[in-house]
């Protein structure tokens, strides 16, 4: 007997094959008649598709997803630029999902991307998400996924990140060198390895110093509670024995402390240094200019899609041990003079 | 003989009704398993869906794209927020495509749109954008499209806007108010409705005050150009008639003024006054803090999405003719002092 293929299908059915291969795929293009008919005899012939076709069938939609937590930061605008420089010249579509930092939308577009909608994936984590299952699923189903930034530390999973702990030790250790005794860390989350690592390096500077660490100077802000966050900040610098600095660990919390600073008039640098790390391209026209470690955020977006696009295009055999780590620039300006 | 309707099919598999309708749909949400048992009965009773529930198959894909310009831009970070946030309301996913400003980008993400990926679209245009083909034939193949913002004039679709041509004439009378005789038109592509109009606002501003028009004062900036704009707002600056006022028609024009007044040592707003329209965070936090024309981005997006659920559920009778135009405001501060 003859094998069974999508020619001898689309002869018996007296269909093109490409009409056939549609049908196979359940495409909207083909009607709801044409797909029984086909369905039908594949399965009494017992067509079993080929797995060059197959695997050809999973990289059809050219298009993959980039899933992050927030828009209105400059490091993730400056990500997907990165990242669409590259598709772009693959030419692939790139899909924004937005988690808004809850790990219930990270979830639900998870379980949304399972259905095949995309040939593979860039994630930055929710500051919500402690639990993975989702990403392990979607990993297991096929789709790489390749982590950036806000990585997941226990999966096993290619990733591009920058140089998180030294570049908290160097913003820590340019406060201290500019006077600052008494510095508080701004965190985005415990869950984010990124605020980890940045804490780390700004304890280790301490130690460097011979500086004791105060752990009531660690603020755990909340990825999505902006009002609480600057109530927090509010409330630390009220104390008595206030911060003489601040380091905030992401953009966003760096510009609540210049809020937080003007309702207590208190001046940026004279009564309290900030430092933060953000690529917002107004740094350096804010009142005082913004001191910021600055990550390199398109070449971030830039590697990560690369590495994804070697692995979708079978270059890559080890893909899941593929890291890359960059270096972050610490820029000197007023708002710690 | 009873009526073949999914409660018949629920009972006689023992399954629950959403469970059926949810197969008979293809959702990824029910085994493969399930999804034949529930296929095969529903062949064998001739199951024949009604037109409501077949109306309702049309709309499976449970996600609307957003089609942008750019995201380094704090308009579209809240415009997209205010569309998310009645998108969730609905159980619908949220597409992000960015253009880049480019015409070929929007043209090539229409065209993939056709394949039916999505049950709606908000758009606003790239600055590039002068011929509206690919969105005519995109509303053709029966997908609802609402622009928000950058509309195109000439095309009959529902749309959300702000009332531009009044910001534009209050903006350049606050300048003229605070002195100032020769204003800088800064367009950000004649292209764009939103920066014609808002030119005609600043026309008429002068015209009110009895104040010539110098067409040699509008400068027809580039939608991607960012280096060049720059220059030329240099080279404007330089002249020796130079302008006493900037009218920045978006955010990043405006930052660019700061940039160029700060590199010629001019003062702001001693030398040159600056407005622009923006919804930048750090607006009040430049130095000087930056008077702003600022839009209800928000608004204008979840007024948009509202506006596309409306046709999606088939509530809008007369969809094309929807529009909505939703007000600007001034928000002076030391940039125009």
Redesign the interface.
């Known amino acids: 007997m003859a094998t069974v293929d999508l020619k001898r299908l689309a002869k018996e059915l007296n269909l093109a094959v490409s009409t056939v291969s549609r049908a196979l795929r359940?495409s909207?293009e083909i009607s709801a008649e044409t797909k029984?008919r086909v369905f039908e005899l594949a399965r009494k012939l017992n067509y079993v598709p080929n797995p060059y076709a197959s695997s050809l069938r999973k990289h059809k939609s050219k298009?993959i997803a980039v899933v992050i937590p927030?828009?209105?930061n400059?490091f993730?605008?400056?990500a997907?630029?990165g990242i669409?420089s590259i598709a772009?010249e693959k030419g692939y579509?790139?899909?924004?999902?937005?988690t808004?930092e809850q790990y219930a939308?990270e979830l639900?577009?998870s379980?949304?991307l399972?259905?095949g909608?995309v040939d593979g994936l860039l994630v930055s984590l929710s500051g919500e998400t402690n639990n993975y299952d989702h990403l392990q699923e979607l990993k297991q189903t096929g789709v790489p996924i390749v982590f950036f930034d806000r990585i997941c530390e226990s999966l096993n999973s290619a990733r591009v990140i920058t140089n998180d702990f030294e570049s908290g030790m160097k913003a820590a250790d340019h406060l201290i060198e500019r006077g600052c005794r008494r510095i508080a860390y701004l965190s985005i989350s415990h869950n984010l390895s990124i605020a980890n690592k940045r804490m780390d390096g700004y304890i280790r500077a301490h130690e460097k110093h011979g500086l004791p660490f105060d752990p009531k100077l660690v603020l755990q802000c909340s990825a999505n509670d902006n009002d609480g966050n600057y109530k927090a900040i509010l409330n630390l610098l009220k104390k008595k024995n206030r911060p003489d600095g601040i380091f905030a660990s992401v953009e966003k919390l760096a510009?609540l402390s210049?809020?937080a600073c003007?309702e207590l008039k208190l001046r940026i640098p004279e009564d309290v240094k900030v430092l933060g790390f953000s690529n917002?391209?107004?740094a350096a026209?804010?009142?005082?200019?913004l001191t910021t470690i600055t990550q390199p955020a398109f070449e971030i977006g830039k590697e990560a899609a690369a590495l994804l696009f070697k692995t979708i295009e079978k270059k890559s055999m080890n893909f899941s041990e593929e890291k890359l780590v960059l270096n972050s620039t610490l820029i000197v300006r007023n708002s710690t003079k």
């Open positions: 359940d909207y029984q298009t927030e828009i209105a400059n993730f605008a400056l997907i630029n669409e772009q579509h790139v899909l924004i999902y937005l808004h939308r639900s577009i379980r949304h399972q259905s909608r510009i210049y809020q003007d917002l391209e107004t026209w804010l009142n005082p200019s």
